[in-house]
Structure formats: C-alpha cells, structure tokens
C-alpha cells in the first residue's frame, strides 16, 4: 500500500506541473497576442510635411533652441494665440509671429486639417508667397484650425541655426492633398507725379518705387489611389498695387511757385487731349466758322411767297 501510495502522489506531482507549465505557456502567447495587437492598433507616427521660417528675431528664435510639441488632439481646434500665450512668445515684434504663422498655414492646407479663422495684410509681404500668407496681430487676428481625423497629431518646433523648423508629425495619411493656384493675376502700379519748384526743370527723384498688387484663388485638392476625390476653394487673396512717387522739377517759368500733384495718368490724358484738339484743328480750320454761319442762318426765316 505505501509503495501505491508514494506512486500515485508522485504521478499526481507531475500531472500538476505539466498542467501548470501548460497554463503558464498559454498565458505568455496571449499576452504576447495582445501586446501584437495593440502595436497594430497605434499607427505608426511619421514626418507628414515640414517647412523651414527664417526668423530676424534672436528673442523668439531661442524660445524653440528645445524641441516643442504641440499636440493636435483629434476634433479639437488649435489656436497660434493660445499657443503663443501658454508659452509667453508674445511681444511686439509681430512680423516675427506672422512669419510663424505663415509656415503653419503652409503644412496646414496640405493636410486633411480645416483652416477656422486665419488673415492676410494690406501689402503682400517679401517673406509670404502669394495666396499661403497667415498674418498674425495679438488680440486681433489669429490663426485656427481644426482637425477632423480619427487620430491625434503632433506640432514640431525646433530651432536649427537661425531658421525654425516646423513639422507636422502623425499616422501616415490615407489620402495625398495638394495646393493649386488659379486666376493669378498682377497689378501695375499707377505713379503720383509731384511737380517740385525747388528741382530743376528736367530732374526727378523716386521717393517711393511702389509695389505690384496681385490676386490669387488658392485650391485644395483630395487624391485617393491617385482619384481625385474632394476639391475645395481655400481663399482668394487680393492686394493692392502701392502707388509709386515721383517729384518733378517744373518745366515752364510762368507757373507759379506752388508746388502740385497729379498722377501719371492724368499728365498722359491732357497730353492725349491737347493733341486730339490739335489734329481736329488741323484737319477742319473752318469748322468754327461754319458753325457760327450756320447759327446766325438760324435767327433769320425765310419770308414765305403768297400765292
């Protein structure tokens, strides 16, 4: 009975530790199948675009000399006012802040991202391609914009030898976005002449060279698998031409010694005027008087003949 006994308990010991080292080698390959499918659930996070924003500023550049990352959480709507605020980059340099916002602005349209507010300036500046400029004035005028995605994506900001690197980080995008622009056009500017009694009569000086006006429509288009899908009108921009300036001495010594402004245009209409006259005169001299021989027919009738 004892020798029965000792075998039935040692082959019972070893039922449990088989049946053990079962349950344990189960657990492991469904912890390992777990973790497998949560790494398949978070997409794996890339370079989306990036854009390099030359800054005069060293007081904001050294606020990026670390890294800063701004997380675009998904169906939320990101402000550059509130960004600029929770990390007290605000001051009174705001081309700095414009120059800013327009790299943003230019990763922005070409993502799945809806723009919500953003500005442009009267006067197109050097720095801002026509129709992807985002102005920015604290209190005044910023710059929003929405994600509507499933998934939360990220800001980048990093200083990298005087020029701010701004790249837009997350899961690779199912669909490829591209910024087309349509009816550009370009506006000359006119000239304001000033006649000056204090230049020579031939001199002229250029106090302001002016500045073309354009106008763009800037269009957002959707591929899938190469399809277009979805084509949206972002803006359409619109600038001013600045006037150009010019002073001239005057000609003829019988004007007087004030001073006077006209534009180019109108130099170039009484020009255009005074010789249309000339050739008119040229052409009839005697239509003067013809006209005045025709009016003094018309004060006396002719007497009617009594039959």
């Known amino acids: 009975m004892n020798r029965r006994s000792i075998v039935s308990g040692f082959l019972t010991i070893v039922f449990c530790s088989i049946c053990i080292l079962i349950f344990f080698k189960i657990g492991i390959e469904e912890e390992q199948t777990s973790e497998k499918k949560i790494e ?9 675009k990036q854009s390099a924003i030359t800054l005069n500023d060293d007081y904001i550049i050294s606020f990026f000399d670390k890294e800063i990352r701004v997380q675009l959480k998904q169906s939320e709507t990101f402000s550059l006012q509130t960004f600029f605020e929770q990390r007290q980059i605000l001051n009174e340099n705001e081309e700095s802040l414009s120059r800013i916002a327009t790299g943003i602005y230019d990763l922005v349209i070409q993502s799945p991202f809806e723009i ?3 500005h442009i300036s009267s006067v197109q500046p050097e720095y801002a391609e026509l129709g ?14 929405y994600n509507p995605q499933d998934h939360s994506y990220e800001l980048s900001f990093k200083n ?16 490829t976005y591209e910024v087309v622009k349509q009816d550009e056009r370009t506006y ?15 001199a002229k000086v250029i106090n302001n060279e002016g500045r073309d006006g354009g106008a763009v429509t800037v269009i957002k288009r959707e591929y899938e698998d190469g399809w277009l899908e979805n084509e949206t009108v972002i803006s359409t921009d619109f600038y001013p031409p600045v006037f150009k300036v ?5 000609k003829s010594a019988a004007v007087n010694n004030e001073s006077s402004t006209v534009t180019e245009n109108d130099t170039n209409e009484v020009e255009k005027k005074t010789e249309a006259e000339q050739k008119v005169d040229k052409k009839n001299p005697s239509q003067d008087s013809k006209q005045e021989s025709k009016n003094d027919d018309d004060l006396w009738e002719k007497p009617e003949i009594m039959k």
Do not use: C, H, M, Y
């Open 40 to 48: 398949k659930e978070q997409p794996v996070k890339t370079i989306i």
């Open 116 to 118: 919500i507010e953003r």
């Open 132 to 145: 992807l400029e985002a102005a920015f004035k604290i209190d005044k005028w910023d710059l929003k914009f």
């Open 160 to 175: 990298n030898g005087g020029q701010l690197i701004v790249q837009l980080i997350g899961p690779e995008l199912s669909r």
């Open 188 to 202: 000359k500017p006119q000239t304001i002449v000033q006649f000056d009694p204090a230049l020579k009569p031939e």
């Open 246 to 250: 010019e002073k001239r001495g005057l």
